[in-house]
T-cell receptor
Framework: GEDVEQSLFLSVREGDSSVINCTYTDSSSTYLYWYKQEPGAGLQLLTYIFSNMDMKQDQRLTVLLNKKDKHLSLRIADTQTGDSAIYFCAESIDTDKLIFGTGTRLQVFP | GAVVSQHPSWVICKSGTSVKIECRSLDFQATTMFWYRQFPKQSLMLMATSNEGSKATYEQGVEKDKFLINHASLTLSTLTVTSAHPEDSSFYIC?????????????FGPGTRLLVL
């Protein structure tokens, strides 16, 4: 079945790295995504990774994928207060349907 | 990145009335758009897939007669909540698939918050 799990909350100090984790169940996932949602707003695509890749880096963001364990993580380097938001991972079974995780609320304090 | 807009951003209506929400892709043509709803502190749940020029595909448990979807052009999809009730109060978010990137990228609108009194 389709199920995507995330830890609910993460709190980090400004300047530290944040690591947000995600586990999924469907091994046929083709792409995995990370989205950011600020309060009262829609979702902003941060990055995505193809299922045959292990890692993808984009500026402060590093995505790690362990396909064997069906584990995805997002590392934010030098976390800033503006990074405070809810982060959703999502898996794509085909090019259309996205299954979203439960969301992780990241709180960055000075 | 590409932009998807929604209108209105906020709507308050009386129980029993119908509400129409618009979703537009502003700088690309989207043959496929998606409608999600999000309850407070919860994740997004896909309601339906809107296909230009054809009927929408609804997810299990979503009433097609309650949530009418029209995708009449390549840049516009509308969701009409018919005979709205307080339990329909939610945050509705649309997304549009950008065909220019192999269909991999879906951009999301800013959302519409519906409150039914």
């Amino acid at each position: 079945g389709e199920d995507v799990e995330q830890s609910l909350f993460l709190s980090v100090r400004e300047g530290d790295s944040s690591v947000i984790n995600c586990t999924y169940t469907d091994s046929s996932s083709t792409y995995l995504y990370w989205y950011k949602q600020e309060p009262g707003a829609g979702l902003q695509l941060l990055t995505y990774i193809f299922s045959n890749m292990d890692m993808k880096q984009d500026q402060r963001l590093t995505v790690l994928l362990n396909k064997k364990d069906k584990h995805l993580s997002l590392r934010i380097a030098d976390t800033q207060t503006g990074d405070s938001a809810i982060y959703f991972c999502a898996e794509s079974i085909d090019t259309d349907k996205l299954i979203f995780g439960t969301g992780t609320r990241l709180q960055v304090f000075p | 990145g590409a932009v998807v807009s929604q209108h209105p951003s906020w709507v308050i209506c009386k129980s029993g009335t119908s509400v129409k929400i618009e979703c537009r892709s502003l700088d690309f043509q989207a043959t496929t758009m998606f409608w999600y709803r999000q309850f407070p502190k919860q994740s997004l749940m896909l309601m339906a897939t809107s296909n230009e020029g054809s009927k929408a595909t609804y997810e299990q448990g979503v009433e097609k007669d309650k949530f009418l979807i029209n995708h009449a052009s390549l840049t516009l999809s509308t969701l009409t909540v018919t005979s709205a009730h307080p339990e329909d109060s939610s945050f509705y978010i649309c997304s549009a698939r950008d065909p220019g990137q192999g269909g991999l990228i879906k951009y999301f609108g800013p959302g519409t918050r519906l409150l039914v009194l």
